[in-house]
């Protein structure tokens, strides 16, 4: 009989083989139930097509609400209570919002400190709807933004854009993560890129494949994937663009399309 090991806990499974008959043996499963998840049926895609459109309406919504004086938290509530309010089942994580500093910290959790001019604010957002999760980060800076932080946005987005254009069908997971990564390498940033570029989403918000350097798994029409570049830089901030991503026979769908050309705010 086999079993998810990735996911079974150590009492579980002791449960397990107390009430095991003598002539069972238990066998490690792998990732055999989360390799038939790779690829998305037609129902599941309309399922994550769904809960990407309803993420991306409560973005637009809250956009312009994020301003100085507002608390991290806050917005963070704001955004969930939307979610719920437009008939999600729930959130996919917990919303990030970060900001100035606080925003280096690719997965900080939202604080009580107050959103200050001059800060980079990163969004991180997705909800659940009929059981299927979406994916969405947007940066923002409060402000007119400097030399500097235009350059590191440019490259973010480049980084983004020819990572997206590269997930089609045949294209190793590897390969998404070495479009980005270039870019950013010939900026001289590939240093403050510490995450992979991406993952799978579906019923859970972190599925295979990871497009990250030695994931070597071929992406195929139906795989649903975040393309998520990032740069963070102690004592700045970090800047980071997420879309959720659907490999097509031909060009990839972003089915996340909200706003980046107005990505700040005075």
């Not at 043996?25 to 309803?54: S, Y």
């Not at 200050?116 to 999760?133: H, M, Q, R, S, W």
């Not at 990564?181 to 403050?192: A, N, P, T």
Request: aromatic residues 6%.
């Amino acid at each position: 009989m086999g079993y998810e090991d990735s996911t079974l806990t150590c009492r579980e499974f002791f449960l397990l083989e107390q009430a095991r008959s003598q002539k069972l043996r238990w066998v490690p499963a792998g990732g055999v139930v989360e390799d038939l998840r790779v690829v998305k049926g037609a129902e599941e895609i309309n399922c994550i097509r769904k809960a990407c459109r309803l993420t991306v309406e409560v973005f637009e919504e809250v956009r312009g609400e994020i301003r100085p004086g507002v608390r991290e938290g806050d917005l963070a509530a704001e955004i969930e209570y939307r979610m719920k309010r437009k008939g999600a089942e729930g959130f996919a994580f917990e919303t990030i919002i970060s900001s100035g500093e606080r925003s280096a910290w690719p997965h900080a959790r939202p604080s009580s400190k107050l959103l200050e001019k001059g800060d980079l604010v990163i969004i991180d957002l997705g909800a659940i709807l009929t059981g299927y999760a979406a994916d969405l980060t947007r940066t923002l800076y409060l402000g007119s933004p400097g030399a500097r932080v235009r350059k590191l946005y440019g490259a973010v987005r480049e980084a983004q854009e020819l990572a997206v254009e590269a997930a089609r069908a045949g294209k190793r997971a590897c390969d998404i993560d070495r479009v980005a990564r270039k870019v950013l390498e010939r900026r001289k940033l590939e240093s403050y890129f510490t995450h992979s570029t991406g993952h799978g989403v579906g019923l859970e918000i972190h599925e295979k494949p990871r497009l990250g350097r030695n994931d070597k798994t071929r992406l195929e029409n139906g795989c649903v994937i975040t393309v998520e570049p990032g740069v963070y830089l102690e004592g700045l901030g970090g800047i980071r663009v997420e879309d959720t991503v659907l490999v097509t026979g031909g060009a990839p769908e972003v089915l996340t399309p909200a706003a980046k050309e107005v990505w700040f705010t005075g």
